[in-house]
């Protein structure tokens, strides 16, 4: 199982940008999607998750600016970035829950980070 993230840059205070993940190989069936992120010299932190179903959660920190979706039919989430702020800079990390087969358990997953960094 591979997930390859893509859409991070540079952009300027109060720009926008749209992260894609796409997830592929084994899959049987995905729970939860979602992105982290991690800052230089902080913890790693949830930015926003989806359920199969479309349930979502916010960290507090970016409600009302970040929107996350899926396409299921793809395997692939994505997080909608406006209203960016210097703090929204770092790396964000996707991840999947999913099960590879009917009779297994459902495990995390990872992709590579992609920066995004926001100038003042």
């Not at 920190?61 to 970040?66: A, Y």
């Not at 997080?79 to 770092?90: C, G, I, Y």
């Not at 829950?97 to 980070?113: A, E, H, M, Q």
Request: net charge positive.
């Amino acid at each position: 199982v591979q997930l390859q993230a893509s859409g991070g840059g540079l952009v300027q205070t109060g720009g926008s940008l749209r992260l894609s993940c796409a997830a592929s190989g084994r899959i049987f069936s995905i729970n939860v999607m979602g992105w982290y992120r991690q800052a230089p010299g902080k913890q790693r932190e949830s930015v926003a998750t989806i359920t199969s179903p479309g349930s979502t959660t916010y960290a507090e920190s970016v409600k009302g600016r970040f929107t996350i979706s899926r396409d299921n039919a793809k395997n692939t989430v994505y997080l909608q970035m406006n209203s960016l702020k210097p703090e929204d800079t770092a790396v964000y990390y996707c991840y999947a829950n999913l099960r590879t087969s009917v009779t297994s358990f459902p495990d995390n997953y990872w992709g590579r980070g992609t920066q995004v960094t926001v100038s003042s």
